[in-house]
């Protein structure tokens, strides 16, 4: 995923430096458990907002590429340019119509054309400026195309039952956005935001991922709190002791817990006067 450095306190570097560095082992296995939960729903959702023949497609922080692979060989879409801050895991699944832009989105500069489709997954919440950065990707968006933006929703609310899960997880959130700027709590306010960037109609949708034991999604966060371990430890609301319980608890059929939800949010770019 692209990102960028948190301007002010946190001192943990941008995402990708410190906790999920794309050289370290197993990250791109720990990527592609979270496409494993997600591209299923994000694939549907594109075929039904009309993704197909003829539709270029740029899909930012595309990570191992598996949205881009999947658009291009399921959709048939006439090609995806496929950008991200590093792109390793995007230059061993080359195909036909799929190109690959080394690039940081946060950069003044950034403006790579302007497309059918214009995607991001997982990618903002990681950012600063966001409401700067939903305007400069609206600005990408072709007359008569969509920007679809999903990202991560926190369902462990005060009222939420303590579990060890949500206990972890909310050291997690905590622990993230004080070192690398992972910031949650404005991903509600995705609709109005795309409103707000010249967008309409707008819709979405929100997904949950069931955890069950061994599922994509389980690992997934077994992986990630692995690797963010030392950011949670210095929250203080979680030990090594409360970490291992959790990742045993993800692997049990004693689990009851609702994993964090993908939000979901289209908004149209207006034809053209004429076209058509």
């Not at 990102?3 to 410190?18: H, I, L």
């Not at 720990?30 to 729903?41: Q, S």
């Not at 230059?91 to 950034?110: K, Q, W």
């Not at 795309?194 to 997934?220: C, D, N, Q, T, Y």
Request: net charge negative; proline share 6%.
């Amino acid at each position: 995923m692209t990102a960028a450095r948190r301007g002010g306190a946190p001192d943990g570097g941008r995402y990708g430096e410190t906790f999920f560095r794309p050289g370290q082992a197993g990250e791109g296995e720990r990527i592609d458990f979270g496409a494993l939960a997600y591209d299923d729903i994000t694939m549907a959702r594109l075929r039904a907002i009309g993704a197909g023949p003829g539709w270029h497609c740029l899909d930012i922080g595309a990570g191992t590429g598996t949205v881009s692979g999947r658009l291009l060989e399921e959709a048939g879409v006439a090609s995806v340019l496929a950008v991200d801050r590093d792109v390793r895991f995007l230059t061993e699944r080359s195909s036909p119509g799929l190109d690959v832009l080394e690039a940081d989105i946060t950069a003044p500069g950034f403006a790579p054309g302007r497309f059918q489709l214009v995607h991001a997954r997982f990618v903002l919440i990681h950012l600063p400026e966001r409401e700067r950065l939903i305007k400069t990707l609206a600005g990408l968006v072709a007359p008569g195309g969509v920007l679809v933006l999903s990202d991560a929703v926190d369902l462990t609310s005060g009222r939420t039952p303590s579990t060890p899960y949500t206990a972890v997880m909310r050291a997690m959130w905590q622990g993230l956005r004080a070192t690398i700027g992972t910031d949650v709590s404005w991903v509600p306010s995705y609709p109005q935001l795309l409103r707000e960037a010249g967008l309409k109609p707008v819709a979405a949708e929100v997904h949950v991922p069931p955890l069950l034991p061994g599922s994509a999604i389980s690992r997934f966060w077994a992986d990630t709190w692995e690797r963010s371990r030392a950011a949670m430890l210095a929250t203080g609301l979680a030990d090594d002791a409360a970490i291992d319980v959790a990742i045993r608890y993800l692997g049990s059929d004693e689990c009851a817990a609702l994993s964090a939800g993908m939000l979901t949010v289209w908004g149209w770019r207006k034809p053209e006067e004429g076209a058509g």
